[in-house]
């Protein structure tokens, strides 16, 4: 199955990956869930995903959210495996 170049242009920050340094909206609930990842594209914009809302793509910044998991030990050792 191949991919799109549109598809390849999208990156997944992987485990060995560092979070991106210039976060968006560094005052958005998200940075502090569990349950965000970011993605990169190909020109290098990071965008915030949520597996947890039926919109992938929140609009940001998010301030309240009813479905947010705050970061714990346990779940930052979850994402690195």
């Avoid at 560092?18 to 290098?44: M, Q, V």
């Avoid at 947890?52 to 009813?66: D, N, T």
């Amino acid at each position: 199955m191949s991919s799109s170049p549109k598809d390849a242009a999208r990156d997944e920050l992987g485990a060995d990956e560092k979070e991106p340094t210039d976060l968006p909206f560094p005052s958005s609930l998200c940075h502090g869930c569990a349950a965000r990842r970011y993605i990169r594209s190909g020109r290098g914009s990071v965008f915030i995903l949520c597996p947890l809302l039926s919109q992938k793509y929140p609009r940001q910044p998010v301030s309240m959210c009813s479905l947010f998991q705050p970061i714990s030990d346990d779940s930052e050792a979850k994402k690195e495996k």
